[in-house]
């Protein structure tokens, strides 16, 4: 069964900084796609970022990008320049074929003004 | 475009009453699911569908749970009787066909209380 981890259950940094969350996963698949989820206390799940396995390319999306590394298993998200609205429960997930999401359990992101 | 409805937004109710939650997927789209989200579990997938079939009902905690989809616009989650072990946000999530890289795009969720 596939799994993935957030190490850091809690950051905060200071608006306009760059910040780093972490995501490993355990799978034996070779293809697979990667997303990172936003959660802001309007509890709304927002997309912010997705991957695909196959792609060496690291995805970006305006602020924010990712650092993929496959044969590590890690795909950690990096916002720069971050904004008070970027406040947030952030969470990696992992999904195989048109199947379920597997997500990790969270950071909560604060950024403070 | 209309995103994932679902509703109601919040509900409050005394444990052992049936609980009826809604979802109406994106136009189109092919897959629904429900996850539910508590602080000691997370995220985690209850049932699928395609097509309105279900797919993967592992995630199902027990008889007391079941979901229909009636239609590709139409999907309930029914618990009949309710527990207080059932409180947690409900969300709904649709995606297009595809290979896997289509995200899920999730509604606003439910909040279910049981007293």
């Known amino acids: 069964a596939q799994t993935v981890t957030q190490s850091q259950p809690e950051m905060s940094v200071q608006e306009a900084e760059t910040v780093t969350l972490s995501c490993t996963y355990d799978?034996?698949?070779?293809?697979?796609?990667l997303f990172w989820y936003k959660q802001p206390p309007s509890r709304q799940m927002i997309l912010v970022i997705r991957q695909e396995a196959y792609k060496q390319q690291n995805a970006t999306e305006n602020r924010f990008s990712v650092n993929f590394q496959k044969a590590a298993k890690s795909f950690s998200l990096k916002i720069s320049d971050s904004q008070l609205g970027d406040t947030a429960m952030y969470f990696c997930?992992?999904?195989?074929?048109?199947?379920?999401?597997?997500f990790g359990q969270g950071t909560r992101l604060t950024i403070n003004p | 475009d209309a995103g994932v409805i679902q509703s109601p937004r919040h509900e409050v109710t005394e444990m052992g009453q049936e609980v009826t939650l809604r979802c109406k997927p994106i136009?189109?789209?092919?897959?629904l699911f429900w996850y539910r989200q508590t602080m000691m579990r997370g995220l985690e997938l209850l049932i699928y569908f395609n097509n309105n079939v279900p797919i993967d009902d592992s995630g199902m905690p027990e008889d007391r749970f079941s979901a229909k989809m009636p239609n590709a616009s139409f999907s309930t989650l029914k618990i009949q009787p309710s527990e207080p072990r059932d409180s947690a946000v409900y969300f709904c999530?649709?995606?297009?066909?595809?290979?896997?890289?289509?995200?899920?795009?999730f509604g606003d969720g439910t909040r279910l209380s049981i007293l």
């Open positions: 799978t034996s698949e070779s293809n697979y796609y």
């Open positions: 997930a992992f999904k195989r074929g048109a199947q379920k999401l597997v």
């Open positions: 136009s189109g789209h092919d897959y």
């Open positions: 999530a649709s995606s297009l066909p595809g290979s896997g890289n289509q995200p899920q795009h």
